[in-house]
């Protein structure tokens, strides 16, 4: 039988059906919500954060949505990162990710109806992330293309990306998103879009059919 420490971490195959299976129900699955051991076994395959840790990893995180490492300056205070080209959202958006649709994630978090539980402990120091219902941060910006930019009213900076292992920073499409975020509570988990190796079984127009137990292939 094989164990996460002694299992292969190469030779693996493209596509198939991954099932997940628990003894307790999951918590939330939506990234800008979910805190939960057992919620990140779902959002770890369905969602690719801004960086993750590897197999047996814990100690250093590795570059996913990002392209590299996060770029520190201004005495700690402005976080610069490239995003991954070449990533998209699977059906019904069907577009490459951008860094406008990390922008969005970040700003959801502090949307009342995602009620996101833990936003405020790592990212209080963005610029205008505390008086924020949801609509733009100030200090959240894309400033091209592929460019994420973070301007922090405090020297925190170490703290705000050791945070984006957690699933809030998955990149979450606004033009799609933004009318599922206009319900109370967010109703975007039953909708959800993925950027990783796999994703929930859908219908055409992005409906979740099967529960989260049994994500489908991409």
Known sequence: ????????????????????????????????????????????????????????TFTEATPDMAEGPATISDSDKLITIKI???????????REVTAADEVYAIDRVANPNVANPYYLGYLESVEGLKDSKGGPIPGVKATDKYTLQIKLTEPQAAIVVASMVLPYSAPVPEEYAKKFDAKKPSEYVNYMVATGPYMLKANSEGKILESATSPASR
């Not at 628990?22 to 801004?50: C, K, M, N, V």
């Open 1 to 56: 039988m094989q164990t996460p420490a002694t299992e292969s971490l190469t030779g693996g195959k493209q596509g198939g059906v991954l099932n997940e299976v628990q003894s307790e129900d999951f918590e939330h699955l939506d990234p800008g919500q979910a805190y939960f051991q057992l919620d990140y076994q779902i959002t770890s395959a369905t969602q690719r954060g801004l960086y993750s840790y590897k197999p047996n």
């Open 84 to 94: 991954r080209k070449g990533v998209h959202f699977s059906p019904p958006v069907n």
